[in-house]
């Protein structure tokens, strides 16, 4: 199941309560209802940006691997990629305003870092930028779109929704370190050379993704299988 899809059925937990309770006390579910709202429009301003950050981690992928193949793999499929994150890009601004509204430092963090988009993409196409640099570029730009939506679940309110969240920081920071797990294993494989170094942050990536997948463990509950 993708973030995005847990986080619109960790949407449901409060709303589903508020119909039970309503039948019980209307003035404080009224209260419960408008707190459920407030989350659930906070749960809905993270899903573009998950999506954002799903399509950035391919990108990145694939990039790493026309990179270290000298633009043998994934020539045909690195462009529609492109055109799938710059969708999610236009998509994503359709929120900014709330963005800069509710979470402006990170807002402006994220702005600041996809500035470079264009130019690295440009480089990967010329064979002018080397695999750590375009790792770390990528790299970057998803982990300010994840301090975003780091932000945005750390404001909710009911009990149920600031558990689930936690969980859902640390799913999405394990598929991350996942991904770029995989990236190094591209690079490595892709250029025929996997030296101790590139082997040693293919370890601590590993290590990483299994300890957060262990600590979301906890929020199992919430998040369901």
């Known amino acids: 199941m993708k973030l995005r899809t847990q986080v619109i059925a960790l949407v449901a937990i409060p709303l589903l309560g508020i119909a039970i309770l309503s039948a019980i006390n209307v003035e404080r579910s009224w209260s419960d209802f408008?707190?459920?709202?407030?989350?659930?429009r906070s749960a809905q301003l993270t899903l573009p940006i998950a999506e954002l950050i799903e399509e950035l981690?391919?990108?990145r992928a694939m990039s790493t691997g026309f990179v270290g193949t000298r633009g043998v793999?994934?020539?045909?499929?690195?462009?529609?990629?492109?055109q799938r994150v710059d969708t999610a890009i236009q998509e994503m601004s359709a929120i900014t305003n709330d963005l800069s509204t509710r979470i402006p430092e990170q807002q402006e963090l994220y702005q600041t870092r996809l500035l470079r988009l264009k130019e690295i993409r440009s480089r990967i196409?010329?064979?002018?930028?080397?695999v750590d640099e375009l790792t770390q570029y990528y790299s970057s730009v998803i982990a300010a779109a994840m301090e975003m939506n780091?932000?945005?679940?750390?404001?909710?309110?009911t009990l149920?929704?600031?558990?689930g969240g936690a969980g859902l920081i640390l799913l999405s920071v394990a598929k991350e370190a996942a991904e770029s797990e995989r990236s190094i294993g591209a690079s490595g494989f892709g250029s025929g050379v996997f030296g101790p170094n590139l082997y040693a942050q293919f370890l601590h990536y590993d290590a990483h993704q299994k300890?957060?997948?262990?600590?979301?463990?906890h929020y199992s509950d919430v998040l369901g299988e």
């Open 160 to 163: 149920e929704m600031a558990k």
């Open 211 to 217: 300890e957060m997948l262990n600590q979301a463990r």
């Open 125 to 130: 196409f010329e064979q002018d930028v080397n």
């Open 150 to 157: 780091n932000a945005i679940v750390a404001d909710f309110e």
């Open 34 to 40: 408008k707190t459920a709202k407030a989350a659930e």
């Open 73 to 82: 793999d994934f020539a045909t499929e690195l462009p529609p990629q492109k």
């Open 57 to 59: 981690q391919v990108e």
